[in-house]
């Protein structure tokens, strides 16, 4: 990747999604391979085997992206540039959940109110939900869909991965959205089969049921199924060749993993919270846990999950590879801070699959979740407001995160450097395809926080980093967790607390490969990153177990646009 400032340098890219006339050959794959020289072929195959060419490419819709807008409460849904920014939640649990309370309907209507526009009911997999809870919650999802038009309810569950931790696996809605998923959890559960521990086999039983999934809905028994790896650093027993395994057997279903985990409350210090670990991370390695990952790992990083908070980390080494693999943000929601509720008393949860309807209860200070969208935000771009249009919206990996309302609206498109037009430009998720030596910019533009969040401050954003990394195709050890040539490359100090920031990065004359992925902060903790400060020289800080208040610290992450040269 180069790294000059040239600005005025018009050059061939793609905006429209097929091949154009500016397209080079090696990259438009109507061209034969037996058409092109020898070093094109050369060349395709490095793209291919990276990731960035052909079925498993990271592409999306080279459609014009305009503003990523977020909700604030009693937000709108307007589309920009051809897409809707949906906020949502993909990991939500009920009182079909052996450890939380609320009915579909409570947690439906807090995340409406909290301006979320989608949401995905996760109750745990595990022998009492797959016998009952799977088939019982779905009469109250399909009421909350009639009852609340102006949400999409996802059902899916939180499933316990054989050999690794918990993702969270959902369905499109349709006449079989029961019939695939209970048949997934009774066959491919950890829980259920016995086949939680480590072992080949049951890395390979993961590997199979992510398999399941895509053929269920090639076979059209449903429309569309996502898997996304849940808490990934929480005990370490997500290892780096078990991601790659998952994203590698089905790309259209195995899609990300939790950037930033949900318990985000549980960091309250004592005696206003529970005093906890943020994202309830305080534990240490076990006997099941990867032995290359640092103790660091084991924490939270300004409410993110270490491998994603870690420059020329676990994730930076799965997209130097081209590998598509997206983050987001969600609640976890079992018992939220500060409510005042409690299970129904009497309730038999294993005769049942369910405890009975919350009643009134005491204050609750030491619980550790937040309301679905009170904290945490994942903001898809999607192509209307649909279940498939959010679904192909994550696949794509057109998708920025926040905590607390940092900003309002993120605008993030790679283009020729000097191309200034509205319609034009690649966004989050995306490939730029463009001939080699030319000049790409990179352009941002952020809506700052307008309105109080539901901590009732407005949020200031102080810092945006760009990152950026070379692609260097596949690594030879699938455990591979950094990426040496990874790096920030930019920092911008933001000096207004209202209305539109915009950035201009030079990424320079592209003459290989490379990414470039965006994050902000309200610049109240930072330390320089777990790598050294010559790769990230103000990162998030660890969080103290104990004493994390999650609204003093604040982030927004964006999913990466990648830069390709013929």
């Not at 034969?32 to 020898?38: G, T």
């Not at 997934?184 to 950890?190: A, H, L, P, R």
Request: aromatic share 8%.
């Amino acid at each position: 990747m180069g790294h000059g400032h040239q600005h005025h340098q018009h050059g061939e890219h793609d905006h429209g999604g097929a091949a154009t006339d500016g397209v080079p050959e090696v990259l438009d794959l109507s061209v034969p391979d037996a058409e092109l020289s020898p070093a094109d072929v050369s060349r395709r195959g490095f793209l291919r085997s990276a990731g960035l060419l052909g079925a498993g490419a990271a592409a999306t819709a080279f459609v014009a992206p305009g503003a990523a807008h977020a909700h604030g409460p009693g937000g709108d849904r307007d589309r920009t540039g051809g897409f809707r920014w949906l906020a949502g939640d993909h990991h939500i649990h009920t009182q079909y959940s052996s450890d939380a309370q609320y009915r579909v309907i409570d947690q439906a209507r807090h995340a409406r109110a909290y301006g979320l526009d989608w949401m995905v009911v996760t109750d745990h997999g595990g022998a009492t939900h797959a016998k009952i809870g799977v088939e019982r919650v779905n009469p109250d999802i399909v009421a909350t869909r009639d009852h609340l038009d102006d949400l999409l309810v996802f059902q899916g569950l939180e499933w316990n991965i054989p050999s690794a931790e918990h993702g969270t696996v959902f369905v499109h809605p349709g006449r079989n959205e029961v019939a695939v998923l209970k048949e997934f959890e009774n066959t491919y559960d950890g829980s259920v089969t016995g086949t939680s521990a480590p072992s080949p086999a049951n890395e390979a039983l993961a590997v199979a049921g992510i398999r399941f999934l895509g053929e269920a809905v090639r076979r059209r028994r449903i429309d569309g199924a996502l898997f996304l790896a849940n808490h990934p650093a929480r005990r370490g027993v997500d290892s780096p060749h078990e991601i790659r395994a998952w994203r590698d057997a089905d790309p259209t279903v195995a899609v990300g993993m939790e950037g930033a985990p949900g318990h985000q409350a549980s960091g309250i210090p004592a005696p206003n919270g529970a005093g906890r670990g943020r994202g309830y991370y305080e534990g240490s390695p076990s006997a099941a846990s990867f032995p290359g990952y640092p103790l660091e790992s084991y924490r939270t990083w300004g409410g993110f999950d270490w491998m994603t908070a870690t420059v020329g980390g676990l994730w930076d080494s799965l997209l130097a590879e081209g590998r598509a693999w997206w983050i987001s943000a969600n609640s976890d929601s079992h018992v939220n801070y500060l409510d005042t509720s409690q299970r129904g008393p009497g309730s038999d949860f294993n005769a049942n699959g369910r405890y009975d309807d919350p009643v009134h209860g005491p204050l609750l200070t030491t619980a550790g979740d937040f309301w679905p969208g009170q904290y945490s935000r994942t903001h898809v771009g999607a192509t209307s407001f649909a279940y498939r249009a959010v679904m192909d919206g994550l696949r794509a990996g057109r998708v920025w995160v926040d905590h607390g309302g940092l900003i309002s609206g993120l605008d993030m498109r790679a283009r020729v450097a000097g191309d200034r037009r509205r319609d034009s430009g690649t966004p989050l998720g995306g490939v730029l395809k463009v001939r080699r030596g030319t000049a790409v910019e990179l352009t941002i533009d952020i809506e700052l926080a307008n309105t109080p969040n539901w901590s009732q401050f407005v949020p200031v954003l102080a810092r945006v980093d760009v990152i950026a990394g070379r692609v260097t195709g596949p690594v030879a050890d699938g455990d591979t967790f950094t990426a040496p040539d990874t790096r920030v490359v930019r920092s911008f100090e933001v000096n207004r607390s209202a209305g539109r920031v915009s950035l201009r990065h030079a990424l320079g004359r592209i003459t290989e490969p490379c990414y470039v992925r965006l994050r902000g902060t309200d610049g109240n903790r930072g330390a320089p990153g777990l790598l050294g400060a010559a790769v990230d020289p103000a990162g998030p800080a660890m969080d103290v177990v104990g004493a994390a208040d999650p609204w003093q610290d604040l982030w927004f992450y964006a999913n990466p646009i990648w830069v390709v040269p013929s």
